[in-house]
């Protein structure tokens, strides 16, 4: 491609690219794997990363997985993590809930997993809301449905149960004085192999913020709270660090939001057409998913890191 921007990151680039970074923040899906398939070579770059010294992180906007469950998915692959390394929006979520809302100690209504509810315990808060809202055979009267007078704020994540009951408890929170609104990310759709895609998480939190008529807080990518969680943590400085991702959207868009370096990998959404057409768009936000290089998959940098 043209332009200073997007360049092929291949051959003789790639060691300078990694001699200018401390520290490399990965997203999971797309990208280290594809569902429960690990990209050929993915393990390897991790590996070496570590050993050659950097920091690696892997930051996603799944929220229906701990950290915990991540280490776990990883060490399956071959792939040396640790919980700490592990930043995903259901614990970042529970970091943002505590250290920037002050709800330790509290309670909120959660449309989320399984997942969210043991993030949200881990840090002391706890929630009600979790599994199927079912509706009872009698008439019901909405508008006045029972609401736990302990919750301080309406959290949405990915939640398999959501339906008209938990959007409608939803409303009758937020519209309580004082009530705060948080989201995990506004990924809208989930791409899969052959084509296929699912709705995501921005689905079910543009539902209740339409209902609400309220914006919601977000907390994963694009929202720079998602590096911020990771540089307070780790003293990282944002001009040492690489973005390696394969959404312009979520992870280029972080990476250009925070002053990171920027990578897309060409293993999971988005393509070089579509960074073109954000390159020669002539808008401004929309140069900010322009990433700084590009590779066919991680795998590229294999030969810089055993060189």
């Known amino acids: 491609m043209s332009g200073s921007k997007c360049t092929r990151l291949t051959g003789a680039l790639v060691k300078p690219v990694l001699d200018s970074v401390d520290s490399v923040l990965f997203d999971c899906d797309g990208v280290i794997w594809r569902g429960d398939q690990a990209i050929p070579g993915a393990s390897q770059v991790i590996n070496l ?21 991540y280490v776990e998915k990883m060490t399956t692959m071959g792939l040396n993590a640790t919980e700490e390394e592990v930043f995903g929006t259901a614990y970042c979520s529970a970091m943002y809930l505590k250290n920037e809302c002050k709800l330790e100690g509290k309670k909120v209504y959660l449309i989320g997993s399984n997942a969210m509810k043991d993030e949200l315990q881990a840090v002391g808060i706890q929630q009600t809301g979790v599994g199927a809202d079912h509706i009872s055979g009698k008439q019901v009267d909405w508008a006045n449905v029972d ?100 959404r312009l959207d979520t992870d280029i868009m972080l990476g250009s939001n925070c002053g990171l370096k920027t990578l897309l990998t060409l293993t999971g959404v988005s393509t070089v057409a579509d960074t073109e057409a954000h390159q020669k768009s002539g808008c401004t936000e929309r140069q900010g998913m322009v990433p700084d290089y590009y590779v066919e998959s991680i795998a590229d940098l294999l030969p810089a890191l055993q060189g």
């Open 147 to 246: 609401l736990d007078p302990e919750v301080k704020a309406v959290v949405v994540g990915f939640d398999e149960h959501f339906s008209y009951m938990k959007l409608n408890r939803a409303l009758q929170y937020l519209i309580r004085q004082g009530c705060l609104f948080v989201g995990t990310n506004r990924d809208t759709r989930l791409p899969l192999e052959g084509g296929k895609a699912v709705p995501g998480t921005g689905c079910l939190l543009q539902a209740v913020e339409t209902a609400a008529q309220r914006q919601a807080q977000t907390v994963g990518k694009p929202n720079r709270y998602m590096f911020d969680c990771v540089a307070s943590q780790f003293g990282l400085d944002p001009s040492r660090c690489l973005m390696v991702g394969d």
């Open 49 to 69: 990363l570590k050993e050659s010294g950097k920091k690696v992180f892997f930051v996603t906007n799944n929220s229906t997985k701990t950290r915990k469950m």
